[in-house]
């Protein structure tokens, strides 16, 4: 069965950075396409960052140059580094792994395309 635990949310003031965590139980981790996700309320969820097997990445445009989405192959987790955070950025987020699929070529953002989901973890940026 597959397991992801998100860790590392919080409160953070605008312009600050944060990292979150995402340890993942499942074999092959390293070929999976990884990512993460965000939803705000009343808003979609919406997509991130994601991460192929050779490390090639993926951005939503909004978050490029501020947001790195990293992975350690060696301790099964997945991160994603947050800097120069603004209040548009206050959500839930997730982790998620194409568990269905060891051939990730290249990094992936559409929800679709993930099976696997954390529980979320909250992050909120304020003023």
């Known amino acids: 069965q597959v397991q992801l635990v998100e860790s590392g949310g919080g409160s953070v003031q605008a312009g600050g950075s944060m990292m979150l965590s995402c340890s993942v139980s499942?074999?092959?981790?390293?070929?999976?396409?990884l990512g993460w996700f965000r939803q705000a309320p009343g808003k979609e969820r919406e997509s991130v960052a994601g991460?192929?097997?050779?490390?090639?990445?993926a951005y939503k445009d909004s978050v490029k140059g501020r947001f790195t989405i990293s992975k350690d192959n060696a301790k099964n987790t997945l991160y994603l580094q947050m800097n120069s955070l603004t209040l548009e950025d206050t959500a839930m987020y997730y982790c998620?792994?194409?568990?269905?699929?060891?051939?990730?070529?290249?990094?992936?953002?559409?929800?679709?395309?993930?099976?696997?989901w954390g529980q979320g973890t909250q992050v909120t940026v304020s003023s």
């Open positions: 998620a792994v194409k568990a269905s699929s060891i051939l990730c070529t290249t990094p992936r953002l559409g929800s679709s395309e993930y099976d696997s």
């Open positions: 499942i074999n092959s981790f390293d070929r999976r396409c």
């Open positions: 991460i192929g097997r050779d490390g090639r990445t």
